[in-house]
Each structure stands twice: as C-alpha cells, then as structure tokens.
C-alpha cells in the first residue's frame, strides 16, 4: 500500500512538473542547458521518517550541501537527526512493577549522490527532476530510566548501514531559493534549497 502511494505521489509530480515546467516564463533567456549547474546548494527539509524497527512514523530533521562532480551528477554530505521512544512495564513481585521510558537519538551521515533528469524531462529552468540514493552510517544512543534491570535488547535499534533511495522534484522559486520534496525508502522530507 505503501508502495502504491509513493508511486503514485511521484507520477502525479512527475506529470504537474512537466505540465507546469512547459508553461513557466523563464527567469534566464534562452534554452535549458545541459551544462546546467546543480551544486553549491544547501538543503535544509524536515519530514517523516518509517524505519521497520520502530513500527511506526518518527519525525526528521535532514541538512546537506550539494558539490557538482559531473554533467547533471552531484554528491553531497548530509547529516540527518531523528529521536523515538516508548515505555515498558517491567518489575518483579518484591519491589513492584513500574513503567521505565527508552528513548534513542539517531544521527544518520554520510553522502547522497544525486542525477538530474531535467534535460531528458525537458524540464524548464524553474524545475528540476532527480534520482538519488544516501549511504553513511548511524550514530546511534540508547537510554533507559535508572534502575531498569530488564532486557535491554527488547528494542533492536537502528543498522549501523545507513542505506536510502530517493525520488524528487525542486520548484525553484528565485535564483537562489527553492523548495523541494524528496520521497525515499525510508526518509521522505519536504524543504527549501538554498543556491549561491
């Protein structure tokens, strides 16, 4: 299910980009170029986040800087932060039962790398249309209340492997902002695009 409202979500904005991009006044004269420039670019996006283990949507906070390394082909670093937890009813019959909270912190890093399809697209200068994929790791830090003395693995927590494939379209809005949604495997962010 999942699955099909991504895809969907991508076609639809796949078809409004086009449709939009063909009826936008440019901002520069002339044609698209393939020489076009994506990098130097900062992109600050907050979203949702749905990672198995957890079981159920968390909040994300997600910053990177974009380089040109090639032709429509960026990498950039990024840094990622998001914070779940939950409560477990654990004691024995001497002492008594109590709830104790857990709560983990993860800071994905690592480097996306990024292909644009704006000239295959011919997509306008206000459009830009890519394909990405995120590898790095995860930071990871777990907690427990004091005095849990119970089964600390009952949460299985984060792979060390941050791996995440990545569809999306940024409208730029001026020269040097834009605002960008970025669907993925396991992050899907909504933000704005900083160019210098």
Same mark, same amino acid.
């Given at each position: ?10 076609? @639809? ?117 890519? @394909? ?48 960008? @949604? ?15």
């Amino acid at each position: 299910m999942k699955t099909k409202i991504v895809s969907s979500l991508f076609f @639809l904005l796949i078809a409004s980009g086009y449709i939009l991009a063909q009826d936008q006044q440019p901002y520069s004269p002339g044609p698209v170029s393939s020489n076009e420039k994506y990098g130097h670019t900062l992109n600050a996006g907050v979203g949702i986040g749905y990672y198995g283990y957890i079981g159920h949507p968390v909040g994300v906070v997600n910053l990177n800087y974009e380089f040109d390394v090639a032709r429509q082909f960026t990498l950039a670093p990024f840094i990622g932060f998001y914070t779940t937890g939950n409560d477990y009813y654990y004691g024995n019959p001497n002492d008594g039962y109590r709830y104790y909270s857990y709560r983990e912190t993860v800071v994905p890093i690592g480097v996306k790398g990024t292909y644009y399809f704006d000239k295959l697209l011919n997509a306008g200068p206000k459009w830009d249309f890519y @394909l990405a994929a995120s590898l790095g790791f995860a930071l990871v830090n777990q907690q427990w209340d004091n005095g849990y003395m119970g089964d600390r693995n009952v949460y299985p927590g984060p792979s060390p492997l941050f791996l995440d494939a990545h569809i999306g379209a940024e409208y730029h809005c001026t020269h040097f902002l834009g605002v960008y @949604l970025d669907l993925s495997t396991g992050v899907s962010t909504i933000g704005l695009a900083f160019h210098h």
